[in-house]
């Protein structure tokens, strides 16, 4: 079996009906202040990045009407979406959850957001909890 390393919390992944109420109630009841937004109109969201110490917080909303998000936020309201982990090979990371037999969502690593590359693992195969790996694309800070 291969050998992961999982570094930290990159960033928890949070739903939100509307971006821009969420970045604000974020910032004036926890004190914090959204650095980045950006979209993502192959993943069909919106995201905005929270920095709190060497992780994120990530706020998404769908953009499309067809967006697995918006279906989510049907489903579950605005909640915790997903967790991802830090790891230097993402690619390596899915094999190992792969070989394990984890149902992977992505068979290869992927473009993400600001130039990382992810790969998602199914909720089901981790405890209900929708499970990204990230890789930094040599960022400075991350
Ligand atoms: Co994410």
Known sequence: MSRTVLRRIDHVGIAVHDLDQAIDLYERRLGL??????????EGVEVAM????????ELLTPLGADSNLRKFLA??????????YATDDVAAGLRRA?????QLIDQAARPGAHGTRVGFIHPKSACGVLTELVEADGHPGR
Do not use: N, T
């Open 33 to 42: 202040k959204a650095m980045s937004r950006e979209r993502l109109e192959a």
């Open 50 to 57: 929270i920095p709190i110490g060497d992780s994120r917080i």
């Open 75 to 84: 489903d579950r309201g605005e909640a915790v979406h997903h967790v991802a």
């Open 98 to 102: 792969g070989e394990a037999g984890a």
